[in-house]
């Protein structure tokens, strides 16, 4: 995808909203909801979009939601693509840099995940610190287009440590316990076997997903701020004596909806409201 695919698709994309979004969104497996919440929403799905794959995966709706949320207004992707479906991390990525050329500053990205941490519980929601891309590839080989970055981008801070502290401060405010960890990102589809999360573990891995790690390698590579949120859905093969499975995924996701809902919400309320002027 190179520079003017993604003009392209952002043009057609600004054709139909009147604002700028300055807050994206990335909404994981059975996150989507957030964007329901959208007020005065316009929504584009993927296959309309020049250049843009359909998504496949179960939860996800597979549409860009663009509106006021908490007086922000905000782009929001109700799924996203995922490597394990088998598009080329180019187009995993894609949406990022369509983002990017629209206009957005800061990206919030959402996933759900197992926990690697023994002491955390599903449900929780856990602010990434941190990732480790043990995917096994990385979406910015190949030639480097130096008008979207660098050709060797630093990640030394690749979750902000800014909108981390701010994301602390908004969960205290609104009462919610958040823990705080690092994400490691295989490719899946398959889940983990239990050597492979005791091997996680002593990486210094809190949590694992399928996901996320592409896009903020990528929008670290376009100069975005990063802000991510991990949903643990489940604990990691080999924790508790039971299998994992989807449906438990998008069973734990819908328990803690309301309160992953209202600390999003809150967070694009501080966001907009510290980055504004
Ligand atoms: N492993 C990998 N990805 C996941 C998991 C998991 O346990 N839970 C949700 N996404």
């Known amino acids: 995808m190179n520079h003017e695919q993604i003009i392209k698709a952002a043009s057609f994309i600004k054709g139909k909203i009147e604002e700028t979004p300055r ?10 909801v957030l964007a329901d919440e959208i007020e005065n929403p316009v929504k584009i799905a993927y296959s309309d979009i020049p250049g843009f794959p359909e998504s496949t995966v179960e939860g996800h709706a597979g549409q860009f939601v663009f509106g006021t949320l908490k007086g922000a207004f905000v782009a929001a992707m109700q799924g996203r693509f995922h490597f394990y479906e088998g598009y080329s991390m180019e187009k995993v990525t894609f949406p990022v840099r369509v983002m990017k050329e629209i ?19 599903p449900g929780d929601l856990m602010l990434i610190t941190d990732h480790i891309n043990n995917i096994g590839t990385n979406p910015l080989i190949g030639h480097n287009d130096h008008n979207l970055g660098v050709r060797f ?4 801070e690749a979750y902000s440590k800014n909108l981390r502290l701010l994301a602390k401060n908004t969960a205290e405010k609104t009462g919610l316990s958040l823990q705080e960890g690092i994400y490691i990102a295989n490719s899946g589809p398959s889940y983990e076997t239990p050597a492979e999360i005791r091997m996680l573990r002593s990486w210094g891995g809190d949590a694992v997903g399928m996901s996320t790690v592409p ?13 991510g949120i991990s949903c643990i859905s489940n604990m990691a093969a080999g924790i508790l004596d039971q299998p994992l499975s989807h449906s438990e995924v998008m069973e734990t996701t819908e ?8 600390f999003v919400k809150e967070l694009v309320h501080d ?6 002027r």
């Open 255 to 262: 328990k803690v909806k309301a309160s992953f809902l209202q």
């Open 271 to 276: 966001i907009h409201s510290t980055t504004k």
């Open 153 to 156: 981008p630093d990640l030394s």
């Open 103 to 121: 206009g957005i500053g800061t990206l919030i990205v959402t996933n759900a995940a197992g926990g690697i941490n023994e002491s955390f519980e």
């Open 215 to 227: 896009e903020v390698i990528v929008a670290r590579h376009s100069g975005l701020e990063v802000l």
């Open 23 to 32: 807050i994206g969104l990335i909404l994981g497996s059975g996150l989507g």
